[in-house]
């Protein structure tokens, strides 16, 4: 959307108690004063998101494989997103989906940095997930599916992860 349009959802969606992270656009992360900001591998470098927003933001990175995920620990960033994890009909233009065998490389390879699996994960699934070794789950259509429904398919989830032994 255009950067007008982002920016006054943003303000709406920055309420007192809410941890906004913005996707992509760093200039609307400094702009609305959110936590962070989340980037692609096309987006700003984290480099240079870091030293506008400071010390204290939260950045996110999205990788696509076993490489750029072992690259991206060594980015000034807190976490660190890879996916797809399974097949999702969100994105039209996404890397080859990994798997569950993939996430366990990953988390193999990265150690104890900060994981967040995406790309596929509903309900039915999302506690393998966490099995394999991602810190926590980002899903779109697992809550979002049915628009009428997103607080119950929220909390739902959540009952599924609850109280999950690691």
């Known amino acids: ?20 992270i913005i996707n992509d656009r760093v200039d609307v992360a400094l702009a609305v004063g959110a936590h962070g900001v989340h980037l692609g591998q096309d987006d700003m470098p984290p ?11 939260i950045i996110g990175y999205s990788t696509h494989n076993i490489e750029q995920a ?3 620990t060594k980015l000034p960033i807190d976490y660190l997103a890879l996916g ?25 390879m990265i150690g104890s940095f900060p994981l967040v699996a995406i790309g596929g994960i509903t309900h039915a699934n ?13 899903v779109i259509n697992a809550v979002l599916a049915d628009s009428g429904r997103i607080p119950e398919a929220t909390r739902s989830l959540l009952q599924a992860l609850q109280d999950f032994p690691r």
């Open 1 to 20: 959307m255009p950067a007008r349009e982002f920016y006054d959802q943003a303000k709406i969606a920055f309420r007192p108690g809410v941890q906004l």
């Open 126 to 138: 999302a506690r393998e997930v966490i099995q394999a070794g991602a810190d926590s789950v980002a």
């Open 84 to 108: 797809p994890i399974f097949a999702t009909t969100t994105k039209t233009d996404t890397a080859p989906v990994l798997g569950l065998e993939g996430l366990r490389v990953v988390r193999q």
């Open 70 to 72: 072992i690259a991206a």
């Open 47 to 57: 480099e240079a998101a870091r030293k506008l927003l400071g010390p204290d933001a």
